[in-house]
């Protein structure tokens, strides 16, 4: 399997492409339209905030390729904001993400202290290929969260003071973990064993 | 429920650990990539390493051991010391620390902080303060503690939030080195004034005094001697804390 990453300069790739290589898949590190077009698992990584983040894609090119692909039937898997990208909505500097899951990201409310730094319960509310290793603990560090998407979409919740976001969504080919799964010790190798074989299963089918 | 935070500290001069680590029954690991992963191993929640030299030959072996050290440990990376332009804190991002930690520079120019919280987010933007005691109230140092300036530590914290930092380290020069357990009383005056997490550092000795500062606010508490020296293993510290009802992983 190789895991095709987005590449669009925003910052480090180091530890999530390390981690996906520990999982077993092969890393390519793109930012040609044509590579991520064609690809079979798309991760978009995700630094910084969601506007920039946006704005480097479009620049790049490659909201149009990303979008293909899934259309198409790739998986896609987003990381941290590279998860928040997935949604139609970004309150982070109110800009459209990709619009392959519904719903919008907003400012976390409910929490303690902002960003939420650190270590905290990844709770499953159903089965999926990609909950084997939870509930688990994992590291999050983040301000903005999903706190109103479709349950369709939410295969995962974290608790806060007064209330929950998702974690880790997925719809059909489409998902993506707030958390940084290659921050996230053994539960986190585990989710990238998951994604590794979800993508892999289907190319059989 | 969010999980209070243990985090051991590592002072790394160019590629090596200055202060070696020991283990209980384990050899001596100067290596900072074995032993931030050793540490990782044993439960460590976080890793910050300390550089302390500001060279810029040294900052890229510094450099050079953050990304042998992000591909291969499963825990966050912050790194520290001797930062004083984006530029540093974008080539220690690129090389894969999860956060960077500003100090003097920042002090002198809190710009640095707005600038590195605007291109990479807030949430890898991790603002030191060095503390200590004077009059009835806490001053700001800089360089490694050396240097004191006419700037309030609670009133600098407070401004390092407005602009942009993510999370407080706050040291107190005073407890530093003694091991009679963190400043307290400062640690409960910034947690009161800021929104944001604050890393207590400066003064562990047992592992009560780690529970003490979670109980005060922190929401994080960095160790070096009583790990390095293998008087305590991060998962006795973490006993005593999940005794006294904190929330641990």
């Known amino acids: 399997m190789i895991a095709t990453f987005v590449d669009y300069e925003a910052g480090n790739l180091r530890s999530l492409r390390a981690a996906f290589e520990r999982a077993g898949a092969a890393v390519e590190v793109t930012q040609n339209p044509h590579a991520i077009a064609s690809a079979r698992l798309i991760v978009i990584p995700g630094v910084g905030a969601a506007a920039s983040a946006m704005a480097a894609l479009h620049e790049h090119g490659l909201v149009q390729p990303i979008v293909a692909a899934a259309r198409r039937g790739a998986h896609v898997f987003g990381v941290c904001v590279g998860m928040q990208l997935l949604f139609a909505h970004s309150g982070e500097g109110d800009v459209d993400g990709l619009a392959l899951l519904p719903g919008t990201v907003t400012r976390l409310t409910g929490a303690r202290r902002l960003p939420h730094m650190g270590w905290n319960d990844v709770q499953p509310l159903r089965a999926h290929a990609l909950a084997s290793a939870l509930p688990a603990t994992c590291y999050f560090a983040h301000s903005f969260a999903v706190q109103d998407a479709d349950p369709a979409c939410v295969v995962a919740s974290t608790p806060v003071e007064r209330g929950a976001f998702a974690s880790l969504v997925a719809l059909d080919r489409v998902a993506g973990a707030q958390f940084h799964p290659e921050r996230s010790s053994s539960a986190g190798a585990a989710l990238l064993r998951d994604v590794v074989a979800w993508a892999s299963d289907a190319d059989a089918a | ?249």
Not at chain 2, 43 to 51: M, Q, S, T
Not at chain 2, 108 to 113: D, F, K, N, V
Not at chain 2, 151 to 165: F, K, L, P, Y
């Open chain 2, 1 to 249: 429920m969010l999980r209070k935070r243990i985090i051991p500290c590592l002072d790394v001069s160019g590629g090596r650990v200055v202060k070696g680590v020991n283990f209980v029954n384990l050899r001596d690991i100067g290596e900072p990539v074995e032993a931030a992963l050793a540490y990782a191993a044993a439960g460590a929640d976080e890793i910050v390493w300390l550089n302390i030299t500001a060279s810029r030959e040294r900052f890229r072996e510094l450099c050079e051991a953050v990304e042998r050290a992000a591909e291969q440990i499963d825990v966050p990376l912050t790194v520290g010391g001797g930062i004083s332009s984006v530029e540093h804190v974008r080539e220690l991002l690129l090389a894969g620390a999860d956060k960077v930690s500003v100090n003097s520079a920042a002090l002198r120019r809190p710009e640095l902080i707005e600038e590195a919280a605007e291109r990479f987010g807030s949430q890898c933007v991790v603002c030191a303060i060095d503390a200590r005691r004077v009059g009835g109230g806490w001053k700001a140092f800089v360089d490694g503690g050396r240097t004191e300036t006419e700037h309030d530590a609670v009133a600098w914290a407070s401004r390092a939030v407005e602009r942009g930092a993510g999370e407080l380290l706050v040291t107190s020069m005073d407890a530093d080195g003694v091991q009679t357990g963190y400043d307290l009383e400062l640690l409960e005056t910034i947690t009161g004034r800021v929104p944001v997490p604050v890393v207590a550092s400066g003064g562990a000795g047992t592992p009560a005094h780690l529970a003490d500062a979670l109980e005060a606010g922190a929401e994080a508490a960095l160790a070096a001697s009583i790990f390095h020296d293998g008087t305590y293993a991060i998962e006795e510290v973490k006993a005593v804390c999940r005794a006294r009802g904190l929330p641990m992983r």
